[in-house]
């Protein structure tokens, strides 16, 4: 058994290799930049426990002796300090680690939540079509109507006030997945229904509907498999739009506490003392903040360009 | 006695078939404003109007006609793909156009469809082998995988397909193997009746022959009942045991092959007919049409074909034709026809 | 001189990691007011011929050697500015979809009146005059009222006589059909034909005929080129190519028509597929398919050469013809 796997699996590898997909990603330098870059932040934020030197949310750990340290490579820095230290006295390199580990969790499942709701939204309107089609579609123009961040932001405010601020921070990551995750998911089915009502007329379809399958099985099994090219390059937009979401809640005071800072909430916390020259709180985190969301971009960029299928024929 | 009558009762029965498109669905999209009045319209387009034809078991039935007369429309609804606007669908002796998906569910082992369009009839992310054994396994769900394998294989070699292709993606093949593949999946499922809606007009011609060979066979070691659209005559006369000619949505003239081809006498049969381009016949003297296809959203009064033939009279303008039975057997529907105006 | 000379034509196209030829040296003429018919499937080249005879060939694809000489000049050679002086002008094209050939933004007579006025110095009232004219030859009711309407407004064979009249519009020498009735109803395209053919031949122009359908090619043509994997296989006289082909994959083509065979009997096929471009077998690309195909066939590409008045691409045929004229001799 494990023979026939071990002859086979070059194979395959090989195939993948050679597919178009990942045969232009090669040959698109932007690609490979900003995957290395973007593999690199997040392997960095999920090793973020053995990486960091201190714990950032154990305040005992911070001295304020320590606090607004400058950065090693400038003049006055000390060299326990990579990034410097922010008022609290706590090591920015870990706070930033621990920081970019939050912004990637919320915005993956903020998109995942987001994909959810839209994909079936959208593959139930599209499929279904007539007044069902209707009643969604009009659902999602009215959540459109609505800016993400206003809503976002009566959302936690109200919740925040009813809930005081101490249960409001303990559960403040599940809060911001859920609110940037319903904001956000007619662009999910918007997309996903355009594609499924070109694909619904499709002869594959018909003769799936002639073999006698049922609605659920036609939707998951045939139109979802062929609707996957859009949703990818979607995903990519939106974990970056979710990141950005998230940074600016925080930002805002709306999303994480200070005590567990995501990077929205380090920019913030560092920009009261941007005047008194304490820049390097805001910029480094800021810095990494635009690289992670650029790189994401670039990705997406290419990605579309490459299952774009007026541009490519598979 | 009985045994008798189930015999010849025709497989498939059509009752005056009709199917109308909406174009104006919403309330706002029918109010028009119209000499100063507000009037409520809705147009539609007439795709099938009142179609009778029988299928009987072991035929071949070919629906021609040119782009618009309904033909496609006539295979969606036999298929159940589309619901008719009026009239009935009756397939061995039940009626089956208003049973819900679940009823249906036993008829579809009997009746299947191929598709014109090979490159969109298989789904792109399905390997052939999983688009074989998909409707095998849903429709016999008693049989083990090793038996789904085996009934798949065994339909593959039929048609020509090499069982060991089968972890390939329909891109990988040509448009023939393509349609071929196509045919198994409807055979997978050992149906008595299969519509085939246009099945090789997008294919080459050195592969229409290998396709309708392959549909003969099947024709022959199933028994299988055809239900077989296309526009190309000389496909119908090689293929067809009996012809129905279309024009928007109405049956011109229905024959057994032979005799249509020897003698057609609706004048768009005719004309149809002469128009296809002959290999060795350096005269083309084909019966020139004035004018094209009226579109079907208003369908004129009387006879459909009346603004292009050359026979038409008052009456015709006036009065549909029935379709009414001819000394060799054909039906035909036209007043000409019928008044004696038009010289066989 | 005949009035476009092609020699020894080769276009490839460069993919990812190979160059494909899709051209494989093909030489023919046409002669002044001469109709041919270049038959083939799809995937054969037929319409990359049409395409490279006004240098319209884009990337990837590239004109890879050899020469299209029109009234002597190059067109392989020329030049951007020397090329919009012969397409549309002395040869002009009309494509298979009516539908999307013309501009729908566009009028009738706004197209018809630029495409004259781009290459005539002619006021509009002239130019219109022209449309008009060009209009009624090929039988549009009304033509006046056409120039006002918009392509959308009119049925899709009126829309390919209307493609027809702007090929016409600038009296070419020669005029390359790509399919140009594919896309229409039997009807419709036996009148499109006929109208064709009545014009060709009333104005002596030239006309080079693409198509799947030998019947079209049988009634429109005098000269029949049947190509296979980017190669001319056959060429020669249409009747003589219809009547008795020589090559093997031309007499499948014929045989495997429905007409040929009675109702209801098996049709003669011809096994397998064409080839694709990317891996054709060495030899004469046929071979895999042919029942007449031997060691040399599938080792030695054959040589177009001449037979009387047909030229054959085929290794058995040769060899039957010198059987033929020994025994002759004998």
Redesign the interface.
């Known amino acids: 058994m494990t023979d026939i796997n071990a002859t086979r699996e070059p194979g395959r590898l090989g195939r993948v290799w050679n597919s178009n997909f990942v045969?232009s990603f090669r040959k698109n330098p932007v690609a490979v930049v900003s995957m290395a870059i973007f593999l690199l932040i997040a392997a960095a934020a999920l090793l973020a426990p053995w990486l960091a030197p201190v714990d950032p949310y154990d305040p005992s750990l911070f001295d304020i002796m320590d606090s607004e340290l400058p950065p090693v490579w400038s003049d006055s820095g000390d060299s326990r300090f990579l990034f410097g230290t922010d008022d609290q006295g706590r090591d920015l390199w870990s706070a930033i680690l621990y920081g970019t580990r939050l912004s990637l969790i919320i915005g993956l499942c903020a998109v995942a939540l987001q994909a959810l709701l839209g994909i079936s939204i959208g593959l139930i309107a599209g499929y279904v079509g007539g007044r069902t089609d209707s009643l969604l579609m009009r659902l999602a123009d009215i959540q459109l109507s609505f800016s993400t961040l206003m809503v976002a932001i009566i959302f936690l405010a109200v919740t925040q006030a009813m809930f005081g601020s101490e249960t409001f921070n303990q559960y403040a990551v599940f809060m911001l997945i859920a609110v940037i995750g319903v904001a956000e998911w007619p662009q999910y089915a918007r997309t996903v229904r355009a594609t499924v009502l070109a694909e619904k007329k499709?002869?594959?379809v018909?003769?799936?509907?002639?073999?006698?399958?049922?609605p659920l099985r036609i939707m998951v099994?045939?139109i979802l498999?062929?609707s996957l090219s859009p949703i990818f390059v979607i995903s990519t937009v939106q974990v970056a739009n979710a990141i950005i979401s998230e940074a600016s809640l925080s930002f805002l005071g709306l999303g994480m506490p200070p005590s567990q800072p995501s990077l929205g909430s380090l920019i913030s916390s560092g920009f009261d003392y941007i005047f008194s020259g304490s820049w390097w709180i805001t910029a480094i985190p800021g810095v990494v903040l635009v690289v992670l969301v650029l790189v994401i971009n670039l990705l997406g960029d290419w990605m579309r360009d490459v299952l774009n299928p007026k541009l490519y024929k598979? | 006695m009985k045994d008798a009558i189930t015999q010849d009762a025709p497989l498939l029965k059509l009752k005056g078939l009709e199917k109308r498109f909406e174009l104006d669905k919403g309330l706002l999209e029918q109010i028009k404003f119209k000499n100063g009045k507000l009037t409520r319209e809705a147009r539609a387009v007439h795709a099938v109007n009142g179609i009778n034809l029988t299928a009987n078991r072991g035929e071949a039935l070919c629906v021609v006609g040119e782009s618009g007369c309904g033909k496609s429309t006539v295979a969606?609804l036999v298929?159940?793909?589309l619901t008719p606007s009026a009239g009935e669908i009756h397939y061995d002796g039940s009626r089956i156009d208003t049973l819900g998906?679940r009823e249906?569910?036993p008829l579809?082992?009997k009746?299947?469809?191929v598709?014109?369009?090979p490159y969109?009839?298989?789904?792109?992310?399905?390997t052939i082998q999983q688009a074989l054994e998909?409707?095998v396994s849903?429709?016999f769900p008693k049989l083990s995988r090793a038996e789904v394998r085996d009934k798949v294989a065994e339909v593959m070699r039929s048609v020509g397909v090499d069982p060991s292709w089968g972890k390939r993606y329909p891109?990988e093949f040509s448009g023939g193997q393509r349609q071929r593949i196509?045919i198994a999946?409807a055979l997978t499922?050992d149906p008595e009746f299969v519509i085939a809606d246009e099945p090789i007009s997008a294919l080459d011609v050195s592969i229409q022959a290998q396709i309708l060979n392959l549909m003969l066979e099947a024709k022959d070691e199933r028994g299988l009942t055809y239900l077989f659209i296309t526009h190309d005559l000389s496909v119908v006369q090689h293929f067809g045991t009996r012809v129905a000619v279309l024009y928007l949505g109405t049956l011109c003239e229905l024959s057994d092959t032979a005799t249509l081809f020897e003698n057609p006498k609706h004048p768009y049969s005719r004309a149809l007919l002469s128009a296809v381009p002959q290999l060795k016949d350096d005269k083309p003297n084909h019966i020139r049409l004035k004018g094209e296809i009226p579109t079907p959203i208003e369908m004129p009064q009387g006879c459909p074909f009346q603004s292009r033939c050359a026979f038409a009279t008052n009456r015709c303008q006036a009065e549909k034709p029935r379709p009414l039975q001819q000394p060799d057997g054909s039906l035909v529907a036209c007043h000409a026809v019928e008044e004696g105006r038009i010289d066989a | 001189m005949s009035l476009l000379s092609v020699r020894d034509l080769t276009v490839k196209f460069a993919m990812?990691d190979q160059t494909v030829t899709a051209l494989n040296q093909i030489s023919f003429d046409v002669g002044r007011g001469e109709r041919i018919g270049i038959v083939g499937e799809s995937g054969a080249g037929k319409s990359i011929t049409g395409f490279s005879l006004l240098n319209l060939i884009s990337k990837p694809g590239f004109i890879a050697g050899g020469e299209i000489l029109f009234d002597g000049q190059d067109i392989a050679k020329m030049k951007e500015a020397e090329l919009r002086k012969i397409r549309g002008n002395r040869m002009a094209m009309i494509f298979q979809d009516p539908m999307v050939t013309l501009n729908p933004v566009l009028t009738i007579g706004q197209q018809m009146v630029e495409t004259l006025m781009a290459h005539r110095k002619l006021s509009r009232a002239e130019a219109e005059q022209i449309a008009v004219l060009k209009l009624r030859e090929v039988y549009i009711p009304s033509p006046e009222e056409r120039l006002h309407q918009y392509p959308h407004e009119l049925s899709g064979g009126m829309r390919q006589r209307i493609i027809i009249a702007i090929a016409l519009l600038l009296d070419p020498q020669l005029i390359i059909a790509d399919e140009p009735t594919t896309a229409l109803d039997v009807t419709i395209q036996a009148d499109i034909m006929e109208l064709l053919l009545e014009l060709c031949q009333s104005n002596k122009v030239g006309l080079i005929l693409i198509t799947h359908d030998l019947g079209v090619v049988s009634q429109m043509t005098e000269r029949t080129l049947v190509m296979y994997a980017g190669r001319i296989i056959e060429n020669g006289p249409t009747r003589e190519i219809i009547n008795d082909p020589q090559h093997p994959y031309t007499q499948g083509l014929i045989n495997a028509l429905p007409q040929q065979t009675l109702p209801g009997h098996k049709l003669k096929q011809i096994p397998g597929n064409m080839p694709a471009l990317t891996d054709i077998p060495p030899g004469c690309p046929f071979s895999p398919r042919c029942s007449y195909a031997t060691d040399r066939c599938r080792s030695e590409r054959p040589r177009i050469s001449r037979y009387g008045t047909v030229e054959v691409a085929c290794h058995e045929v040769e060899r039957l013809l010198k059987d033929e004229k020994k025994e002759m001799t004998a």
Request: aromatic share 8%.
């Open positions: 045969y499709k002869e594959y018909d003769s799936a509907r002639v073999l006698g399958f049922g099994r045939h498999p062929n598979g | 969606r298929a159940g793909l998906r249906l569910l579809r082992k009746m299947q469809m598709f014109q369009n969109s009839s298989l789904n792109p992310r399905m998909e409707p849903h429709h891109h196509a999946r499922v | 990812r």
